[in-house]
């Protein structure tokens, strides 16, 4: 999340960040898949997701990232703040919050550090939507309905980084597993981040064409198919000596 916070365009700055497999975005489906229990596994024996023979399935994987997504948030609005879910920078997540109930509240620090962020996340995408019409090549999105709403939120692209951020964004590495839940959102996320690289080198009236190949260069999602970790070192140390 760093290198796409801190890469400022002068100064120090991140200029390359490279990570392998990724969650990118924790509004993950609760309901569309129902995995069978797995038997004889307690809390507190519970190994990790990619040492577990089960989670070679879609259906284990997403039991598995639900049970972390539990542990690591206390509400559901913190796993939907876009410093948690990178993807969210570059679109909205499309789904509604979940609620929760009375006996789920926070106390009152943690409710005022809540607001705080909302506040600052509410201030960042009114920022971005201004931006947007001064760039005259997007509309400024509607806000997404709740879950009250008649029909479902539907997902929409958003601009980042702004264009008077002061921010560019880094070379990128992702590297995932062929297939899977987090295999598809690396592929979004290479989506979105190739898609402002060329709407900035555009901005630098840089031809179209050369902007589609540099962003193609700079950002690489790359499926790993070798296990062996002193390999992946390796291909990761060349990629840093090559972009940097």
């Not at 709740?146 to 070379?171: E, F, H, Q, V, W």
């Amino acid at each position: 999340m760093l290198a796409l916070t801190e890469c400022h365009i002068k100064g120090h700055r991140i200029a390359a960040a490279a990570v392998h497999e990724p969650i990118l975005d924790w509004a993950l489906p609760d309901r569309t898949v129902q995995p069978e229990p797995v038997a004889g596994r307690s809390k507190k024996s519970r190994r990790s997701i990619k040492d577990d023979p089960t989670a070679n399935s879609y259906a284990a994987l997403l039991q598995n990232l639900n049970a972390a997504r539990k542990d690591l948030f206390k509400r559901p609005e913190h796993w939907f703040d876009s410093f948690a879910s990178p993807l969210l920078f570059f679109r909205t997540p499309g789904v509604a919050i979940p609620k929760i109930g009375p006996a789920d509240l926070p106390d009152e620090f943690a409710e005022l550090s809540l607001l705080n962020q909302q506040d600052f996340m509410r201030q960042q995408l009114q920022l971005s939507a201004m931006s947007n019409v001064t760039d005259g090549s997007q509309q400024p999105q509607e806000p997404e309905e709740d879950s009250d709403g008649l029909s479902p939120p539907r997902k929409s692209a958003r601009r980042y980084p702004r264009i008077d951020s002061g921010l560019s964004l880094p070379n990128m590495r992702i590297t995932t597993d062929p297939s899977g839940i987090l295999h598809a959102q690396a592929e979004e996320f290479t989506k979105y981040i190739r898609r402002s690289m060329i709407r900035t080198d555009k901005l630098k009236r840089k031809d179209s064409g050369d902007a589609e190949i540099d962003a193609e260069q700079r950002m690489l999602h790359e499926v790993l198919t070798d296990k062996l970790i002193d390999r992946r070192l390796y291909e990761t140390a060349a990629w840093f000596r090559d972009v940097l």
